[in-house]
């Protein structure tokens, strides 16, 4: 890369490395007057986490009632119970502004005075039975307190009655600036960083993904906006619980702390997106709420690091009652056409960002384990887009047509097989695979009649597990699927963890279980064969030219990472604490090409699924 500005020279070699950025770091950015390096460097991070993915969501908002019993100096929103504009919505009101196809509802509002506990479970309860499709993505760290405080159950029991009624995620507000002295200034009675922090670990602790914001543009300093990022960043390091960073643009509005049309510089959004994309490198995405950034710069922003566009966003009040100058909601087809125009692939999600629907051609789908990188580090990407995609959810999107070539499990290309084509390449192992485990408190035959959680990413490690504790052991197990993200495992017997996670779990362990095993092992001793997990495959309705270059171009790059295995996976290792002696073990133990062995073992492994009892197919599990 060439820079105008020296300085952010060793910021790009930190980033290079796999470093983590420090506060000077952040501030060495924010003063750059290079915003095109800047920007260049954080789409390079973007496009090593999401590839050339940009998430949306078909969602709703919901601001059950603008009456509060704070009174926050930034907020044009709120208003006290009796005034003209004060509004309370019955949850008969809230479900007639709800439709089948949305797929997440955002809740949040005031804090009224007397709303007795159970009408807030009634609306979770509720929305989640009469809209069954619909994640419900509600309150926010402050509203929880409020309950808390309020009706005196303490917070990891208030998060739990809320995610039995069907609470599936929460939103990241309330966490303004984590500042006590700006707190003092602008909003002395909410919670302050400690309690905000409180309540996000025990959701995550939970299993309730949730997702954190930074309102900026206001009062804060450019220090207090980094060591905000920086807060967040160990928290994530400690639960890995949260999904996305939002960073929102202050709307001036009639709040007096700003002139009313003072709002945000592109140049400072841009800036700010780029900046967190960088400093918070243990976070899946950023999002660009074009609500408060417009949508002209949040498209801008999907190439400086923003791999999220929030959604469709229809009633959303409190950035409009500040003045915000964006439209009250966006259709779908906008949404996609300012991604695609971004040259990126609009993928409509649900709340745990799990694919549901792409809006692109020539998708190349991309397991974004430490295992493939072979396939990916030097594919010359032409006409083709990448998507990142758990190897199930790569399996449904190319049941849609969704998917052109990519490395499909193997259950799902034996699913697929009128429609798709080997290519000759695999995910095979040799012995042992490492990063297909069991974590389990019984040994195999003692997991008959157990429960087994279950990686929402599995499509073929799952029938694997069933055949050896069927075939092998003799006993059956009863399986439930995790979703993605961060679950409470505590409940189950056992745990089945595939890539990364089980890699980074085979090291340390996985709390609360005494027992591990690797699939591919206790498949290699029983059967004397290689496992094969993957197989690389493209649609057979590919015009033959493509499909003789997809086939050039993957040669090519297996042919250039096999030069030095050593090195190729050495980065992305090093991100989930490998050193670079195991990377080059780990990658070592596989084989990438389909031979007669793996063909061989590909057969007995169809054998014996067949013999399984008819019971659940991959799919159902
Ligand atoms: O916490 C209030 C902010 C937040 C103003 O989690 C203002 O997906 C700008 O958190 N100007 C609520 N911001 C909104 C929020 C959010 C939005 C979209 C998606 C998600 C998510 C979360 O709005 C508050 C506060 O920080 N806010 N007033 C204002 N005048």
């Not at 297996?558 to 050593?566: G, H, Y």
Request: hydrophobic share 40%; net charge neutral; with cysteine.
């Amino acid at each position: 890369m060439n820079f105008r500005d020296n300085s952010l020279i060793s910021v790009w070699n930190k980033i290079q490395r796999g470093e983590r950025l420090s506060l000077d770091d952040g501030l060495t950015m924010y003063k750059t007057r290079d915003l095109l390096s800047l920007g260049k460097m954080a789409h390079f991070v973007q496009q090593q986490k999401s590839g050339d993915a940009v998430y949306f969501v078909l969602n709703q908002k919901i601001e059950h009632t603008n009456i509060c019993v704070l009174s926050c100096k930034f907020c044009d929103f709120a208003t006290k119970k009796g005034r003209p504009d004060a509004y309370e919505m019955t949850t008969v009101e809230i479900l007639s502004k709800l439709t089948p196809d949305i797929h997440e509802v955002h809740i949040t509002g005031g804090m009224p005075p007397d709303w007795p506990w159970e009408r807030y479970l009634d609306i979770v309860r509720t929305i989640h039975d009469k809209f069954p499709n619909t994640d419900v993505k509600a309150f926010t760290a402050v509203e929880i307190d409020f309950f808390h405080k309020k009706f005196k159950i303490p917070i990891e029991e208030v998060l739990r009655q809320l995610q039995e009624a069907g609470l599936r995620t929460m939103p990241g507000g309330g966490a303004e600036v984590f500042s006590e002295r700006v707190r003092k200034l602008l909003f002395p009675q909410k919670i302050g960083a400690k309690g905000w922090f409180q309540v996000h670990k025990a959701a995550h602790k939970l299993g309730i993904p949730t997702n954190s914001t930074l309102l900026y543009g206001h009062i804060e300093t450019l220090e207090e906006r980094l060591m905000h990022m920086i807060r967040l960043r160990e928290a994530q390091d400690e639960t890995g619980g949260f999904l996305t960073f939002i960073p929102l643009a202050f709307q001036p509005g009639d709040t007096g702390i700003k002139p009313k049309n003072q709002f945000t510089s592109a140049i400072d959004d841009l800036k700010t997106i780029a900046i967190s994309r960088l400093m918070l490198d243990n976070f899946p995405h950023i999002k660009a709420y074009w609500v408060m950034l417009t949508e002209e710069v949040a498209s801008v922003a999907l190439n400086f690091g923003a791999d999220d566009m929030d959604g469709t966003v229809g009633g959303e009040k409190i950035a409009h009652d500040a003045g915000a100058i964006s439209p009250m909601t966006l259709a779908k087809d906008q949404l996609v056409k300012i991604i695609k125009d971004a040259g990126k692939i609009p993928v409509e999600r649900d709340a745990y960002y799990n694919p549901l629907n792409l809006y692109a051609e020539n998708v190349i789908g991309k397991i974004p384990y430490l295992n493939s990188v072979p396939f990916y580090s030097h594919f010359e990407k032409r006409q083709f887009r990448m998507l990142p995609v758990a190897p199930r959810r790569m399996g449904m999107l190319s049941e849609k047509g969704q998917i052109d070539a990519g490395l499909f499990s193997l259950m799902d290309f034996i699913s697929q097989e009128e429609t798709l084509e080997m290519m000759g390449w695999c995910i095979a192992t040799r012995d042992q695979v490492k990063s297909v485990m069991l974590f389990s408190n019984e040994g195999w035959r003692d997991l008959d009649g157990k429960t087994i959680g279950i990686t929402d990413d599995t499509a073929t490690s799952v029938i694997l597990l069933k055949v050896l504790l069927e075939k092998k052991y003799g006993v059956r197990a009863r399986f439930e699927r995790l979703h993605a993200g961060v679950n409470d495992y505590t409940k189950f017997d056992a745990v089945l963890l595939i890539g990364d996670e089980a890699l980074r779990c085979n090291k340390t362990g996985l709390n609360g279980f005494e027992l591990v095993f690797d699939l591919a092992k206790e498949w290699y001793d029983w059967q004397k064969l290689p496992f094969v997990f993957a197989v690389w495959a493209m649609k057979k309705s590919l015009d033959e030219l493509t499909k003789e270059e997809l086939k050039k171009i993957l040669s090519n790059a297996l042919a250039k990472s096999e030069e030095r295995l050593a090195s190729v996976g050495e980065l992305h290792g090093r991100q989930i604490g490998l050193a670079a002696e195991a990377t080059r073990e780990y990658l070592e133990g596989f084989n990438y090409r389909l031979g007669e062995r793996e063909r061989e073992a590909m057969g007995r492994f169809r054998e014996l699924i067949e013999e399984l009892e008819p019971t659940k197919t991959a799919k159902e599990n």
